[in-house]
């Protein structure tokens, strides 16, 4: 019975000491303490409704119903701050026993959070101090705000941007902030939901009085956002933003990443940093919005570039300027050994997306050692890239190129849509691993220039094939064309010299073009070999990737290169596979004209001699008979009223003459 009864006097000790401590406990003294603290500190008003209840178990404090900060009051719409549904304050027992109530934890249950930033730049979560506190109120104890974990359960955070127009919303938000001494260190951690993307934050500071007031101090920060992770270490503050410090940024998830910074980010495309999008370097945030990325590198896929750039605010959207230089650069797919080109059916149809080039404006300057853009590889590089509002341009100052020079520029346009265009000079050009990489058609063996004005509209390659326009100019060296033996067929009026082992040795080839709804127009090419002469005309379509083309040899017969026999060569088909045919019709054709031609002609000339052999019998006639003759130019009838007008005038002059004698 004496154990029963010690434990009865155990527990009644237990229930009186926890009636005396909740007693000790002054609730309305700690929420007056905990609004003063806030207002004091903020200059903005704590707002805490319903019953304010005491607590003892498991921390000493109490518990409040709603509560809210009240917003900027510059801030759009009426919403607060932060509110919550009920907000547990925890308090030090110790100090509580000394007199003064220290705040060791709070824990904010469903909480609302709305940041704001004004056109003007102003951020209503930048607080100001309040005024000093009237007389009867709980002065701010003396050792600061403290805070040993502080606890955001099933919250949610609006960031309306004024200045960009962008929205950023978490929800799902759970977060917990650790301020053991306000003069000390600070530790914050959050997880949430960003359009059903997991995103993460953990943020270690130096000093929390001094961040707390925006002044920059030590800082350790991790990002995350879906798969996308971002570090940095170094020193920062927010009043205003300002940093300086080591960046790591590892952007395996772009999409993620724009959702929870409220831009339309795209996955980039291959060589671009669809595999892999690292970038690190020293940054530096200087206060008025522009940032500073020095000894930069970005890796994308398997390309490599440094240098430094920097970003800075504009009117519509940032601007990025820099100087870089890059390794190899590879973009666009790995391709198999043989060329795809024209062994394909038709153009890629996927749709090409260049939102990203509506991000911000940009002008840098480039170099690598070479550039591999899947369809076409070149050496050398050096250019530099303008980007104003969604329109690219690529200004090419030195480009090594299948063993020549590239100049022009290069334009992709994202306004309203996609399309391209450019002026391109190619000097000193190979056209076999040229067209070879371009279109998988490697039968043209030769060195020569090419100047090039074209445009394409489409979100697709196809598309912008299918209705590419423009002009050009086309002159090449000596060279050979495999798989076609033209003076073969000159000679045997057979179609057959194609295929394998088929050639034609050329000493130069040129001629212009027009393109218009993709298809390729010429009317002018010249061709001149060793033993035969050749013009070409007719159609490629770039779109369907087919060919109607006529090409009207002649063998050379003579040394003096006249003669010999002409035999138009029609090319059609798809480029994969062409078909060869003689146009001997044609040749039939054109005799039987040339025929009808020579006998109008001789019709004509048989005419105009009988024509001549009556006129001269005519002139014999009249000059033997009425001693009349015709003058060069004048016709018989007129020479025959001039004789007669004469022999009136002599008549005349005769009977005026007697008249005149006879008196």
Do not use: C, H
């Amino acid at each position: 019975m004496r154990w029963i009864i010690r434990i009865g006097a155990g527990l009644a000790v237990l229930v009186l000491l926890a009636l005396g401590l909740m007693a000790m406990v002054p609730s309305e003294r700690v929420a007056a303490a905990l609004s003063a603290q806030f207002e004091g500190m903020t200059g903005r008003k704590l707002v805490l409704e319903g019953e304010i209840r005491p607590r003892l178990w498991p921390v000493l404090g109490v518990t409040t119903g709603p509560v809210s900060i009240a917003n900027a009051d510059w801030a759009e719409g009426a919403a607060p701050l932060f509110r919550a549904e009920s907000l547990a304050v925890e308090v030090n027992l110790s100090a509580l026993l000394g007199g003064e109530v220290r705040i060791t934890g709070l824990v904010a249950e469903r909480p609302e959070i709305n940041l704001e930033r004004a056109p003007d730049g102003r951020e209503n979560w930048v607080f100001g101090g309040g005024e000093a506190a009237g007389a009867g109120a709980v002065p701010a104890p003396a050792t600061g705000f403290t805070l040993d974990r502080g606890t955001v359960r099933n919250g949610s955070l609006r960031f309306a941007d004024r200045q960009s127009g962008r929205l950023v919303a978490l929800d799902d938000v759970d977060a917990v902030l650790n301020v053991p001494d306000y003069a000390g260190p600070f530790t914050l951690t959050l997880s949430a939901l960003s359009g059903g993307q997991a995103v993460g934050l953990d943020l270690k500071g130096g000093v929390f009085s001094a961040f707390a007031a925006g002044r920059v101090v030590p800082v350790t920060l991790g990002l995350t956002a879906g798969s996308t992770r971002i570090g940095f270490e170094g020193r920062a503050g927010l009043a205003p933003l300002a940093a300086d410090g080591a960046l790591t940024a590892n952007l395996a998830d772009l999409p993620a990443l724009g959702q929870l910074i409220g831009s339309d980010l795209s996955r980039p495309g291959p060589g671009l940093g669809q595999d892999r999008l690292t970038v690190t370097g020293q940054l530096t945030l200087d206060g008025t919005g522009a940032a500073f990325l020095r000894e930069a590198e970005i890796v994308a896929d398997r390309n490599r570039i440094t240098g430094d750039l920097d970003l800075r605010p504009g009117e519509a959207r940032p601007k990025l300027s820099g100087t870089v230089t890059a390794g190899p650069i590879m973009i666009g797919a790995v391709r198999d050994a043989a060329p795809e080109g024209a062994q394909t059916p038709g153009w890629p149809e996927d749709r090409i997306d260049v939102s990203a080039l509506g991000l911000l404006d940009a002008d840098v300057a480039f170099s690598a050692p070479s550039l591999d853009l899947g369809a076409l590889k070149l050496g050398e590089t050096r250019g530099r890239v303008t980007v104003d509002r969604s329109r690219a341009v690529f200004e090419i100052r030195q480009m090594v190129a299948y063993g020549g020079q590239v100049t022009g520029d290069f334009v992709v346009n994202g306004r309203g849509g996609l399309s391209v265009g450019g002026r391109l000079s190619l000097a000193g050009m190979q056209t076999q691993p040229l067209l070879s990489d371009l279109a998988g058609w490697d039968r043209l063996i030769a060195t020569g220039d090419v100047q090039l004005q074209f445009l394409g509209v489409g979100n697709s390659v196809a598309e912008i094939m299918a209705g590419l326009k423009g002009e050009g100019a086309l002159e090449l060296g000596k060279g050979e064309l495999r798989g076609l033996d033209i003076a073969g067929m000159l000679r045997t009026l057979d179609a057959g010299y194609v295929g394998e082992g088929q050639r034609t040795i050329f000493d130069a080839l040129a001629g212009t073009f027009t393109i218009e709804g993709g298809v390729l127009s010429n009317s002018d090419l010249k061709l001149v070999a060793p033993y035969l002469t050749a013009s070409g005309a007719g159609k490629i379509g770039l779109g369907a990737r087919e060919l109607d083309y006529r090409i009207r040899p002649t063998a050379l017969a003579a040394e003096d290169g006249t003669g010999g026999v002409m035999v138009p060569l029609l090319i059609t088909g798809p480029w994969s596979d062409p078909s060869y045919r003689l146009d001997l019709e044609s040749i039939a054709r054109e005799r039987m004209e040339a025929e009808a031609k020579a006998a109008e002609e001789r019709a004509r000339a048989a005419a105009k001699a009988a024509e001549e052999r009556a006129r001269a019998e005519l002139e014999a006639r009249l000059k033997q008979e009425l001693g009349v003759e015709i003058a060069p130019g004048e016709s018989a009838a007129d020479a025959a009223i001039r004789r007669a007008q004469e022999a009136l005038e002599d008549e005349a002059r005769r009977a005026l003459e007697e008249i005149l004698n006879g008196n």
